[in-house]
Every structure is written in C-alpha cells, then in structure tokens.
C-alpha cells in the first residue's frame, strides 16, 4: 500500500467521523431546551398564548433596611423539543450574596407535548411573590433550575435609598 493510498484513507475515516460528530452536535443541538425569557418583573399574564410582562427590573431600591417587597414575578418562556416531552420539574431559588437561600422555594411542574406537526413549543411560567423580605442591601441572584440543572440565572441589586443631609446638619 502506498503512502497516498494510506493517506486517503485516513482522510476519508476523519472526515466520517467528522461528520458523524456533526450531525450529533446538531442532533443535540435540536434536542436542548432553550430558555428565550428570563425576567424578574412587576406582573406578567399570558393571553392566547402570548406572554404580557409589565416593569421589568434588575434593582430594588428600598427606603430603609430591611425590607420587603410587596409583590413582583419571575417569567420564564421556554422552548422544548420532541425529545424533551413529559414532564419537568421547575424550581426558582432567590440567593443572597453569602450564598443564602431568601424567600420562599418556588417550585412547579410543566408537562410537554409538541404537536405532530411542529418540531418544538414554547411554555410560559409564571411565579409570582409576594411579600418577600430582603435582610440587607446587596447582590441577589434568582436561579432557574429545570429538572434539577441550573440553566439560568438573573442578577438582582438591591440598593437602599440615599438618604439627602438635612439642611441642619451642613
């Protein structure tokens, strides 16, 4: 056999598995769930399929320390493949910057099915607080985890309102 020969038939085995290793990626690819909207807001509804979100917001100003937040939403829109039908758990934790869970544990389940027709669908999840208490001002996170993997998360400020001087104490 000669070194050409040798050659090309190296190169044909690399570029099988070449392509072999891409159609997986894209068979995967297809197969990942994907997250279109994460958002922390004032209130969001869905109406005919369509997700309405009102306020979003990333900072919480407060009066004084601490305090609580009367009420607001997590909205979560996410896109499932065939591959993905069932049913999922979905679970928002709210962290505080020493790693603390704050707030309630919010947890739900979504089942999936995608019509014959259709290759993916979207689900829109909405989990509204209320009432949740922030013991100091700082860096917060909310984490979206479904069936137990992370797969987002949002960074949330909360920032305690200037205080102006008096005009006493100038």
């Given at each position: 056999m000669t070194v050409a020969k040798i050659r090309m038939i190296i190169r044909q085995v690399n570029d099988f598995f070449v392509k072999r290793r891409s159609d997986h990626d894209k068979i995967y690819k297809d197969s990942e769930m994907e997250?279109?909207?994460f958002l922390l807001c004032d209130c969001a509804t869905v109406s005919g399929g369509k997700l309405n979100v009102l306020g979003a917001f990333d900072i919480?100003?407060?009066?004084?320390?601490p305090a609580v937040h009367p009420t607001?939403?997590?909205?979560?829109?996410?896109?499932?493949?065939?591959f993905e039908e069932g049913m999922h758990d979905v679970r928002i934790t709210i962290i505080d910057e020493d790693g603390n869970i704050v707030g309630p544990d919010l947890k739900d389940n979504i089942s999936i099915t995608v019509p014959p027709n259709e290759d993916s669908i979207s689900r829109n999840l909405i989990l509204n607080i209320h009432g949740i208490r922030f013991n100091k001002s700082g860096q917060y996170r909310i984490d979206?985890?479904?069936?137990?993997?992370?797969v987002g998360s949002l960074p949330i400020k909360v920032r305690e309102v200037p205080k102006h001087p008096s005009p006493e104490n100038n």
């Amino acid at each position: 056999m000669t070194v050409a020969k040798i050659r090309m038939i190296i190169r044909q085995v690399n570029d099988f598995f070449v392509k072999r290793r891409s159609d997986h990626d894209k068979i995967y690819k297809d197969s990942e769930m994907e997250i279109e909207a994460f958002l922390l807001c004032d209130c969001a509804t869905v109406s005919g399929g369509k997700l309405n979100v009102l306020g979003a917001f990333d900072i919480i100003w407060a009066k004084q320390m601490p305090a609580v937040h009367p009420t607001c939403a997590v909205v979560t829109r996410a896109r499932f493949s065939k591959f993905e039908e069932g049913m999922h758990d979905v679970r928002i934790t709210i962290i505080d910057e020493d790693g603390n869970i704050v707030g309630p544990d919010l947890k739900d389940n979504i089942s999936i099915t995608v019509p014959p027709n259709e290759d993916s669908i979207s689900r829109n999840l909405i989990l509204n607080i209320h009432g949740i208490r922030f013991n100091k001002s700082g860096q917060y996170r909310i984490d979206l985890s479904i069936d137990n993997q992370q797969v987002g998360s949002l960074p949330i400020k909360v920032r305690e309102v200037p205080k102006h001087p008096s005009p006493e104490n100038n």
